[in-house]
């Protein structure tokens, strides 16, 4: 990020780098066996973002106390934040809050769970999607377009690697994991896969 961080993020728009920033956060939270990714956590992960930190800095904020600051904070978390391992952490509900608030989000596009899902958000969608490495060995294409009534679609395609030769080892052998290969979740519904995802221009 995919049960991706993508079953919660999917209806709002967003650039590349904040995706990205998301994608940090949400591995911070996992590290730390947090059940929720919170703004802290997001806060953390912008202070490896160079455009976030070019921001950050000319407001006069040391980003290297930044980081350590909040690293201590999220450290110092209640027991009550903690999760069983293997728990994949969810978006706090504040989170969600400020992504909505910003009418240029329109996807969030992950993959940290190698798995296909795509969830509805109330102003964006998020989109998770497989690996490469792992059944079903797929990639994803993704193309934002405008449509004829004025509205933004976001066509998701899969696509496959040649089936000949290694690529095709490759996927043989992925998809005779036990738990993780042909019978797993990893694929999704087939709606999770190929789909064209509407939503209302933000900045038309």
Do not use: K
């Not at 973002?49 to 106390?65: K, M, S, Y």
């Not at 930044?66 to 450290?75: A, C, F, K, Q, W």
């Not at 999607?129 to 998701?156: E, F, K, Y």
């Not at 994991?177 to 900045?203: K, T, Y």
């Amino acid at each position: 990020m995919p049960q991706s961080f993508a079953e919660q993020l999917r209806s709002i728009p967003m650039s590349p780098s904040l995706g990205q920033s998301l994608e940090r956060a949400h591995r911070s939270a996992r590290d730390q066996s947090h059940r929720f990714v919170t703004l802290e956590h997001l806060l953390l992960a912008l202070t490896e973002d160079a455009e976030a930190g070019l921001i950050l800095q000319a407001a006069n904020v040391d980003l290297a106390r930044l980081g350590t600051d909040v690293s201590g904070y999220l450290g110092r978390l209640m027991e009550d934040m903690r999760a069983e391992p293997g728990w994949e952490p969810r978006p706090d509900g504040e989170l969600l809050r400020v992504l909505q608030a910003h009418a240029n989000v329109v996807l969030w596009l992950n993959g940290h769970i190698h798995a296909n899902r795509i969830t509805p958000r109330e102003s964006f969608w998020e989109v998770t999607t497989s690996s490469l490495v792992d059944w079903p060995c797929q990639a994803r294409l993704v193309q934002i377009h405008h449509t004829r009534s004025g509205q933004l679609a976001i066509a998701c395609a899969m696509l496959d690697h040649d089936g000949e030769g290694l690529a095709g080892l490759h996927r043989e052998l992925a998809g005779n994991v036990p738990n993780h290969g042909f019978d797993s979740w990893r694929p999704g519904r087939p709606w999770d896969r190929n789909a064209v995802l509407l939503l209302a221009d933000p900045l038309g």
